[in-house]
């Protein structure tokens, strides 16, 4: 069931980014962890909930066209040399971030940022960012 908060978020437009954790400079690969914004609690029969960090719960449909991505929460080394002023060079502490499939909507595992879309057949996950 959807959360009063993310009812509204649906009601006032079609397509909502509901969670977005601390990706600043972090689009591209780069910079920190995100911030988990929910937790899988559950993923049953195609349909996907997530406990917010408030404490809420959002539930909506996982389909063909929903994009999971799964995030190393663990920063890789690539090219770790040392740049003309001693810091280290591009590809240093980047997250890999890459598509995942739904065997990974497990319970318990971390969500960094998660959009909805409200369709004439029910609430819809577009996009699902796990931290894995």
Do not use: I, Y
Not at 99 to 122: D, H, I, P
């Amino acid at each position: 069931m959807l959360s009063l908060t993310a009812a509204a978020a649906l009601a006032v437009a079609p397509t909502s980014a509901l969670a977005h954790g601390g990706k600043h400079g972090h689009e591209h690969g780069k910079g920190p962890t995100p911030t988990p914004v929910a937790t899988v609690a559950s993923f049953a029969d195609g349909t996907l909930t997530l406990t917010l960090t408030d404490g809420s719960s959002l539930t909506a449909k996982v389909t063909d066209r929903t994009r999971l991505a799964c995030e190393s929460a663990t920063p890789t080394a690539r090219k770790a040399t040392k740049g003309h002023h001693g810091h280290r060079g591009p590809g240093w502490g980047r997250h890999r971030h890459q598509r995942c499939g739904t065997e990974n909507l497990t319970a318990g595992t971390k969500v960094t940022e998660a959009e909805v879309s409200a369709t004439t057949s029910g609430a819809v996950f577009r996009e699902v960012d796990l931290l894995k």
